[in-house]
Every structure is written in structure tokens, then in C-alpha cells.
């Protein structure tokens, strides 16, 4: 009976673990779109919309990642995304092949957050937090839900 016990609070926390949201790709997106580029993206954007204006510029969201509402964002792809960001706003960017290119001085996008005094852990918490209890509308109304 003590064992049933232990095995039911299990089920229970790892039910509420499965829960738990984790950021995805389009909410990455519209984010960084509506936030870091609220000047150019207006506020009523979708999530096509904010990817599209992204793309366009050089910091790049493969469609695969996107189509997928499973698929979570890591710190590395989160450092990307706001490395190419940032190479683009300060003029900077080398696009190739519609995308902007990790400077050579840094071995990974991590890395370059590092070496330019980007605080990465900040910009992630605050994309976990901001997707605590799910994605974004503009995420919800592209999967239909």
C-alpha cells in the first residue's frame, strides 16, 4: 500500500512535469519580432508574419522547427536567434544565404553572447517565463488552437 502511495505521487508529479511548457520557435519568434523589433514588426503581426520579417533579415527559423508545436527552443538556439539580432542592429551582419553567420571569433553562438557582454540567462528566463502557462496567441492561432 506504502509503494502505491510513492507510485501514484510519481504519476501525479511527472503529470504535472509533462505539462510544464516549454518554449517553441514560434514563440521565440514573435518575441523577438514584437519585442527586440517592435519598430518594424507592428504588434498585431502573426506568428507567419514575424517569422517572415525575421527570415527576411537574416536571423533564420527553419520551417521544420517551426511546423513542429513539440519542438523546444534550447539556450543555444536562444543564442542565435539574439546573436544574429544583435549582428544585424549594429551593422554587422555577414548574410549568406539568407542567413546572418556566427562571427569567426567565436566558436558558438553562446560564446559570442559571452565574448559581447550579452546576458543570455536573463533573455532566456524571461522567455521561459513568458511561456510558463503556454505559447503565445500568435502560436496558439497558427496550430488552431
Given at each position: 500500500?506504502?509503494?502505491l502511495?510513492?507510485?501514484a505521487l510519481l504519476l501525479f508529479l511527472a503529470a504535472g512535469v509533462a505539462q510544464a511548457s516549454a518554449p517553441t520557435f514560434g514563440d521565440l519568434a514573435v518575441l523577438l519580432a514584437k519585442g527586440h523589433f517592435r519598430g518594424y514588426v507592428g504588434q498585431n503581426?502573426?506568428?507567419e508574419e514575424c517569422v517572415a520579417f525575421l527570415n527576411g533579415k537574416g536571423v533564420s527559423f527553419s520551417l521544420f522547427d517551426l511546423i513542429d508545436p513539440d519542438k523546444a527552443v534550447t539556450k543555444e538556439d536562444c543564442a542565435r536567434v539574439v546573436g544574429q539580432s544583435i549582428l544585424l542592429f549594429s551593422g554587422e551582419a555577414d548574410v549568406v544565404n539568407g542567413c546572418i553567420k556566427k562571427p569567426l571569433e567565436a566558436?558558438?553562438?553562446v560564446d559570442y553572447?559571452?565574448?559581447n557582454?550579452?546576458?543570455l540567462e536573463l533573455?532566456?528566463?524571461?522567455l521561459v517565463q513568458r511561456t510558463a502557462e503556454g505559447s503565445l496567441?500568435?502560436?496558439k492561432k497558427f496550430f488552431g488552437r
Open positions: 500500500m506504502r509503494v502511495k510513492h507510485i503581426a502573426s506568428m566558436k558558438t553562438w553572447c559571452l565574448l557582454d550579452i546576458n533573455v532566456w528566463d524571461k496567441p500568435e502560436v
